[in-house]
């Protein structure tokens, strides 16, 4: 048996356990495998052990990976978590299914007007900087409604959630509490969008995951705990 695999099962148990603690369906919390600088050899060995959802945060490398597995598993799903540059708008609507990393208007419509008209909405997040740290990505909770009503407007894209990357605390309490405050701004966004489909909460990495399952995430992104430690030239 690979590491690999074993590494899934392992995070698969994980995700499990935090569902049980919290009375939730296992089956409500997606694993979004974070392969970004792992070769095509390790993601063709989390493929063989079943996972189907990758993210990727460098473009040329996602869409090298992409189309590296198009013929032979077509069924992947492709998550693009990285910071946005303007240049790169193109490459990202044309191969990748979701973006959880929106947080401007000119970035959206760009997507919009990029994704090609034969691949359906190409589905959104709006990244929130939950932690209102300058140096972090991210749109601002009082500037999040103005943002998500503009986006659900545009014609190629599906406005599905948020996500966030929350200041790193070590203790759980902290953790929840910035967990919580995403899940209270999607609900609120839910209210004042009634015809957009939220469901979608992109929040909780290998040191927070309980605490943001607890809170009502839909997608955890973990990636060391799968792959091992990053590679970097």
Same mark, same amino acid.
């Given at each position: 048996?690979? /590491?690999?695999?074993?590494?899934?099962?392992?995070?698969? $148990?994980?995700?499990?356990?935090?569902? *049980?603690?919290?009375?939730?369906?296992?089956?409500? &919390?997606?694993?979004?495998? &974070? %392969?970004?600088?792992?070769?095509?050899?390790?993601?063709?060995?989390?493929?063989?052990? +079943?996972?189907?959802? #990758?993210?990727?945060?460098?473009?040329?490398?996602?869409?090298?990976?992409?189309?590296?597995?198009?013929?032979?598993?077509? %069924?992947?799903?492709?998550?693009?978590?990285? !910071?946005?540059?303007?240049?790169?708008?193109?490459?990202?609507?044309?191969? #990748?299914?979701?973006?959880?990393?929106?947080? $401007?208007?000119?970035?959206?419509?760009?997507? /919009? @007007?990029?994704? !090609?008209?034969?691949?359906?909405?190409?589905?959104?997040?709006?990244? &929130?900087?939950?932690?209102?740290?300058?140096?972090? %990505?991210? &749109?601002?909770?009082? @500037?999040?409604?103005?943002?998500?009503?503009?986006?659900?407007?545009? !014609?190629?894209?599906?406005?599905?959630?948020?996500? %966030?990357?929350? @200041?790193?605390? *070590?203790?759980?309490?902290?953790?929840?509490?910035? #967990?919580?405050?995403?899940?209270?701004? $999607?609900?609120?966004?839910?209210?004042?969008?009634?015809?957009?489909?939220?469901?979608?909460?992109?929040?909780?990495?290998?040191? *927070?995951?309980?605490?943001?399952?607890?809170?009502?995430?839909?997608?955890?992104?973990? +990636?060391?705990?799968?792959?091992?430690? $990053?590679?970097?030239?």
């Amino acid at each position: 048996m690979s /590491s690999i695999r074993q590494n899934l099962e392992k995070v698969t $148990r994980e995700i499990r356990t935090a569902c *049980d603690k919290c009375g939730r369906d296992t089956d409500s &919390v997606q694993l979004l495998a &974070v %392969s970004k600088t792992k070769p095509i050899s390790a993601i063709a060995d989390a493929i063989a052990a +079943g996972q189907r959802a #990758f993210g990727e945060n460098y473009v040329q490398e996602g869409v090298e990976k992409i189309q590296h597995f198009a013929a032979h598993s077509p %069924s992947l799903i492709w998550h693009f978590i990285g !910071p946005i540059q303007s240049n790169k708008t193109r490459l990202i609507a044309d191969h #990748f299914d979701w973006v959880h990393s929106v947080d $401007r208007l000119k970035i959206a419509r760009r997507l /919009s @007007e990029q994704r !090609p008209e034969h691949l359906p909405p190409l589905k959104i997040l709006l990244q &929130v900087n939950t932690s209102g740290e300058a140096s972090k %990505s991210g &749109v601002d909770f009082d @500037e999040l409604a103005a943002l998500a009503t503009e986006i659900a407007t545009l !014609p190629n894209l599906a406005l599905r959630g948020l996500m %966030s990357i929350p @200041e790193k605390a *070590d203790d759980y309490a902290s953790q929840l509490a910035a #967990f919580t405050a995403l899940a209270q701004a $999607r609900d609120a966004l839910q209210q004042q969008l009634p015809d957009t489909t939220l469901d979608t909460l992109s929040m909780g990495m290998s040191g *927070d995951m309980d605490a943001a399952i607890a809170a009502g995430s839909t997608m955890v992104r973990i +990636g060391t705990a799968i792959f091992g430690a $990053r590679n970097y030239d």
